[in-house]
């Protein structure tokens, strides 16, 4: 694969909320999924199990919903009755997932960098792992895929566990959670994070607040053709 097809496969951080909602939603509430525009909006701007916590108005949701059905990661279900749209994920079929899996991939892409641990204890209304060691046989599946839709990271000074982040979004942004939780990956070459710690380090600072503004110009934006 090319570097112009990887980086087309790429999902910003708006698509991966909406995916991961849909996904939580459809183990958690299953009598109200599909979801309605309104219900996903609500779900992506939820203030608790969320990192980072975001808000997005249904207009914007809405054009996230239509570049991921056009990447067929997203469909639109009609229901017999139903006068709101409502929408399913489709990411069980796109990667090839059993309910496992897609639990500890969705669990990555609403709260970031985790140890093994940390997703067992939080995913367990999604799927009820029985040990630790199974939520690593699941990460190790779908870090061996081709191409890998998880990473280990290296183990954080101190600390005796390995933590995990799904690259659904690219290495570059790898990099950066990692900077922020004090570690460089040990999944790139060693010369090349070698290369960029003196530039990313300086970009670290800004990056939480740099994230909050973009996101509050982006509503604003929108907000001029609503």
């Given amino acids: 694969m090319s570097s112009d097809d990887a980086n087309a496969n790429l999902l910003d951080p708006f698509e991966i909320r909406v995916l991961a909602v849909l ?53 639109e279900v009609s229901q017999a009755g139903a006068r709101a749209r409502k929408y399913e994920h489709r990411m069980r079929i796109k990667w090839s997932l059993e309910q496992d899996k897609l639990s500890i991939l969705t669990v990555l892409m609403l709260r970031g960098v985790q140890t093994a641990g940390e997703i067992r204890a939080r995913v367990g209304r999604m799927h009820e792992f029985a040990s630790v060691a199974e939520v690593e046989t699941g990460l190790k599946f779908l870090i061996d895929k081709y191409p890998p839709v998880v990473a280990r990271l290296a183990r954080a000074p101190g600390t005796k566990e390995s933590r995990y982040a799904h690259l659904l979004s690219g290495e570059e942004i790898l990099e950066r959670q990692e900077l922020l939780s004090g570690t460089v990956a040990d999944v790139l070459p060693s010369s090349s994070r070698n290369d960029r710690i003196g530039q990313l380090e300086q970009e670290v600072s800004q990056l939480r607040e740099a994230f909050a503004a973009l996101t509050q110009e982006f509503e604003q934006f929108k907000r001029q053709f609503e």
């Fill in 23 to 75: 996904a939580e939603k459809e183990a958690l509430t299953p009598d109200s999924y599909p979801l309605s525009v309104n219900a996903l909006t609500n779900g992506c701007n939820q203030l608790s199990s969320r990192d980072p916590v975001m808000s997005i108005s249904e207009p914007s949701v809405l054009d996230v919903l239509d570049r991921l059905i056009q990447r067929k990661l997203v469909a």
